[in-house]
């Protein structure tokens, strides 16, 4: 637990700023909806805002358990040290083609395709209690070398990101289907709310 004297690296304030934005940002886009609403597909193969925040679960979910588990590792290793901390040519091209709006899409696999109709009372606490999670992983992180802290990545194989590179993918993420789920809210057939209506 950090002091209050003691300041997160610039990297990771930025981390934990994003993080802390993206909670606040799918509060405001699911508020007022209706579990109807939350799981309307805009087409048969389309997700709904529902299977978006619940597939970023089921990623944050397995990402929190392999960030912890690195984290648990390096302990006993002293890899710490002090940035600037970059991304490299990998990270950055990850970053640039994860950020929304999507330049290229991807098909989720199969361990993480989100179950239909789950409610919101379930997905959405879920949601913030990972981004808290995250939160505290990015102080838990403050004095690691983020670039020699190497963590699986859950769905990519074999391929192993720095801690660096994976706390920005995983926000990289989480605003690319925010912002899908936002694309499903803004559709013409979204169902109205009863006060629309009745308006």
């Not at 990289?172 to 013409?188: F, G, K, N, S, Y």
């Amino acid at each position: 637990m950090l002091t209050p004297e003691t300041k997160l690296a610039p990297e990771l304030a930025a981390l934990d700023g994003q993080f802390a934005a993206i909670k606040a940002d799918a509060a405001e886009l699911v508020a007022g909806l209706k579990e109807s609403q939350f799981n309307w597909r805009p087409a048969p193969h389309r997700w709904s805002m529902a299977e978006c925040l619940l597939h970023l679960n089921i990623v944050g979910d397995r990402y929190v358990h392999a960030i912890e588990k690195a984290l648990d590792e390096v302990k006993s290793r002293g890899l710490t040290g002090q940035g600037p901390f970059g991304y490299g040519f990998l990270g950055k091209w990850l970053l640039a083609n994860t950020e929304p709006p999507p330049k290229r899409t991807f098909r989720a696999p199969r361990s993480f395709t989100p179950a239909y109709g789950q409610p919101l009372t379930a997905v959405m606490p879920t949601f913030f209690h990972l981004q808290d999670q995250l939160m505290l992983q990015v102080e838990q992180s403050n004095g690691l070398h983020l670039e020699k802290v190497k963590v699986p990545a859950p769905g990519m194989g074999p391929i192993r990101l720095n801690l660096h590179i994976s706390f920005a993918w995983i926000a990289a993420h989480e605003r690319r289907h925010l912002w899908q789920a936002r694309q499903v809210r803004q559709d013409a057939g979204f169902p109205a709310t009863d006060a629309a209506r009745a308006g």
